[in-house]
């Protein structure tokens, strides 16, 4: 099945920093990668996704790029701010599988004022 | 906006007990899930839904089930808790291409 591996487990930036979380992904079909923010003692949200066949998507501050070839993907958090400090998970999602998601072990973002 | 409610935020319950843990979605979506939420292993799927009375097994599917009699109901079974299953338990429903997750229900089994 897939696995997905994501890295750094803990990251803390400064605040104005920016801030770079990678998982790498082992199923070649995956065609779907979704990032989730996880506030403390709240459930996860969806804040950014891409598909397979775009390299790079962008959302204000925050982006997500995907190189198929190497089988990874990355978040990029630019200008961080305190309330960015969260756990965030990627995942991953092949085509035919009933939607399943697979998802890395999460990232803890710290951003220090 | 798509509401995925979990019946319960807290549980504790004894060991060897059955527990179900609800899961309620009020918009029509086919697919639901169940994931066990650990520190340091992230979101781990034990079963899924993608239809009334269809379910399949996730990556941890041993020691529950599930059941999925009505579209928006889609309840996990601990056919007989162990505190290996404390944890927190997080249902999510299909929508579009992402998932809407539930508050989660955090089970301590003593």
């Known amino acids: 099945g897939e696995n997905v591996e994501q890295h750094p487990s803990t990251l803390s930036v400064q605040e104005g920093d920016s801030a770079v979380i990678k998982c790498t992904y082992s199923?070649?079909?995956?065609?779907?990668f979704p990032w989730y923010k996880q506030e403390l003692g709240k459930r996860p949200q969806l804040i950014i996704d891409?598909?397979?066949?775009?390299g790079e998507k962008k959302d204000q501050r925050i982006a997500v790029t995907l190189n198929k070839t190497a089988k990874h993907f990355s978040l990029h958090i630019t200008e961080t701010q305190p309330e960015d400090s969260a756990v965030y998970f990627c995942?991953?999602?092949?085509?035919?599988?009933?939607?399943?998601?697979?998802f890395g072990k999460g990232t803890l973002l710290t951003v220090n004022p | 906006d798509v509401k995925v409610t979990q019946s319960s935020r807290y549980l504790v319950k004894r060991t060897g007990e059955k527990v179900f843990l609800e899961c309620v979605q009020d918009m029509d979506h086919e697919n639901m899930f169940w994931y066990r939420q650990d520190p340091g292993l992230g979101l781990r799927l034990i079963y899924f839904?993608?239809?009334?009375?269809?379910?399949e097994k996730g990556d941890i599917p041993e020691g529950y089930s599930v059941s999925r009699e009505k579209k928006e109901r889609f309840s996990l079974i601990l056919e007989s808790a162990s505190t290996n299953q404390t944890s927190m338990y997080l249902c999510?429903?299909?929508?579009?291409?992402?998932?809407?997750f539930g508050s989660g229900t955090r089970l301590t089994v003593v």
């Open positions: 999510a429903s299909r929508l579009a291409e992402g998932y809407t």
């Open positions: 839904s993608y239809d009334v009375k269809m379910k």
């Open positions: 199923d070649s079909a995956s065609n779907y």
């Open positions: 995942a991953a999602r092949r085509g035919g599988s009933n939607y399943k998601l697979t």
């Open positions: 891409i598909r397979s066949n775009v």
